[in-house]
């Protein structure tokens, strides 16, 4: 059908009906192009779920007496002792049977680097102390994975010099422990977990160099 075709007062007296057809044509597609327009999907899309995190997981808060105003002491860091923070959360649901704890730099480079990977903590565990073994297993029967610099337990933020780095600390309820072995990788301690998260904490803090 061609909409831009002349109409004639020819066509429009032979046949009145075809005329007034194609004026009412006209009409709908006129009508209809801003609601085809408003049915784009230009919104944002909604930022991906973390891995294992279900999407009505229950909040825990984290906290850390070592990181005061948000910033990462250089005690923490590759700068300075590199030694692990203390942590502390809010209980977790009744029925969890082991916590994850993961530290990441979303501002890295290459992508996401992977500082600390702490799994199986027992349930009943409420905070870590400062300064923790760099073991492959720990005391209570918790298990630390490899970070990426390929070292066991917990790698302190060093981001290049000049820059700002934000680290994120991740606490994960879940509704198992993980079959997994010490020395396991962050992608491999998510994908165990997945689908068993019944809660989880996050925690920000920058450090600068």
């Not at 996401?112 to 702490?118: E, Q």
Request: charged share 15%; glycine share 8%; aromatic share 8%.
């Amino acid at each position: 059908m061609h909409l831009c075709e002349p109409i004639s007062t020819a066509a429009y007296i032979s046949n009145p009906a075809g005329f007034m057809l194609r004026i009412l044509l006209i009409l709908a597609l006129f009508l209809a192009a801003p609601f085809l327009a408003g049915c784009r999907h230009n919104d944002p899309p909604e930022p991906a779920a973390a891995p294992g995190a279900a999407a009505h997981a229950a909040a825990l808060t984290l906290s850390s007496s070592s990181l005061q105003n948000g910033t990462i002491p250089k005690e923490l860091t590759c700068d300075g002792s590199d030694q692990s923070p203390a942590l502390a959360w809010s209980a977790p649901p009744p029925e969890t049977k082991s916590l994850v704890l993961t530290e990441t730099d979303p501002d890295a480079p290459g992508g996401t680097f992977t500082h600390w990977v702490l799994f199986n903590l027992p349930a009943n565990t409420t905070g870590l102390p400062a300064n923790l073994p760099k073991q492959e297993q720990l005391a209570d029967g918790s298990r630390q994975g490899r970070n990426d610099f390929g070292k066991i337990g917990y790698g302190g933020s060093c981001p290049p010099r000049g820059t700002t780095h934000r680290y994120f600390f991740d606490l994960f309820a879940l509704d198992s422990n993980l079959n997994v072995p010490p020395g396991t990788t962050r992608a491999q301690v998510e994908e165990a977990m997945n689908t068993h998260v019944l809660a989880r904490g996050k925690l920000m803090a920058r450090y600068s160099r």
